[in-house]
């Protein structure tokens, strides 16, 4: 039986805001016992922000690609965040005229400068010219960004960034326009694991939804995963389903089950 769903939010639950059908279905699953969470690429404020008045979260938040993990009540009760010396090392070797670096550090958005293709992403950010040069960042670096419209440049710097760091840093394409350096290790799925511990649920009592690479490694690894059906080729081949929307997900979910009671 799926007792819990761990969902995404940038285009899988969020469009420019969480639409009625969705949440009434969530609601309306919460109700029957099936625990809602949500994994995200967001900072936790971010998170909490775009939920809280359309859906009754009563499940925990993973945040930032799985560097951060908060329960029910909000408590943080697991951070993996990148060391400092090897956040140090990532800036001092990157060089890009046509990207720009952002970091997820202390619950905040960090851009190096301004970027009109990070406002697609959000406007919630700070621009701190001068956070290359800080002397210590305290091990709260969650993750470390690059983003720009220029596809060809980000995978250039995927190709470089792989190279010099693979033994401590998993890092991928989060959306389109957007790149992602997490500690080795630190990951949706990993996050997801480490709930499922503290629930004493294994992982086919989890159904897992997602749209985006940075949800591959939850989607790949559970029975009952959902790919949004506009998602990328990658994205859609990980899930063993797909799904036109979260309340689609749901009505399917709820399928299975019954058909699990026999």
């Known amino acids: 039986m799926i007792k819990y769903i761990f969902c995404d939010l940038d285009g899988t639950l969020y ?55 908060y329960d029910c009540n909000k408590n943080l009760v697991f951070k993996g965040t990148i060391d400092d010396n090897i956040v140090k090392k990532v800036i001092a070797l990157y060089e890009s005229d046509k990207a720009t670096m952002y970091f997820k550090y202390n619950g905040k958005v960090v851009l190096l400068e301004d970027n009109d293709c990070f406002k697609i992403y959000s406007n ?37 960034l792989i190279e010099e760091f693979n033994d401590v840093l998993d890092i991928y394409f989060s959306s389109e326009y957007t790149l992602n350096l997490v500690p080795k290790g630190v990951s949706k799925h990993e996050a997801i694991i480490n709930v499922c511990k503290v629930l004493e649920v294994s992982l086919d009592e989890i159904a897992t939804i997602g749209d985006s690479p940075n949800d591959i490694s939850m ?17 859609i081949e990980s899930a063993n389903y797909t799904a036109d929307a979260v309340d689609d997900a749901i009505r399917k979910i709820k399928e299975i089950n019954k058909n699990l009671k026999g």
């Open 15 to 69: 469009h420019n805001g969480i639409s009625e059908e969705d949440a009434t279905a969530i609601n309306d699953i919460e109700k029957s016992g099936i625990k809602f969470n949500i994994a995200t690429g967001r900072v936790f404020t971010q998170a909490v922000k775009m939920t809280q008045d359309d859906i009754s979260m009563n499940g925990y938040y993973i945040c930032e690609n799985g560097s951060y993990i």
């Open 124 to 160: 919630e950010y700070l621009v701190d010219k001068e956070f290359a040069t800080k002397n210590t960042y305290n091990g709260l670096v969650g993750n470390i960004g690059i983003v720009s419209k220029d596809v060809d440049e980000l995978y250039r710097l995927e190709s470089f």
């Open 219 to 235: 989607l790949e690894t559970t029975k009952y995963s959902f790919a949004m059906k506009n998602s990328r080729k990658e994205v």
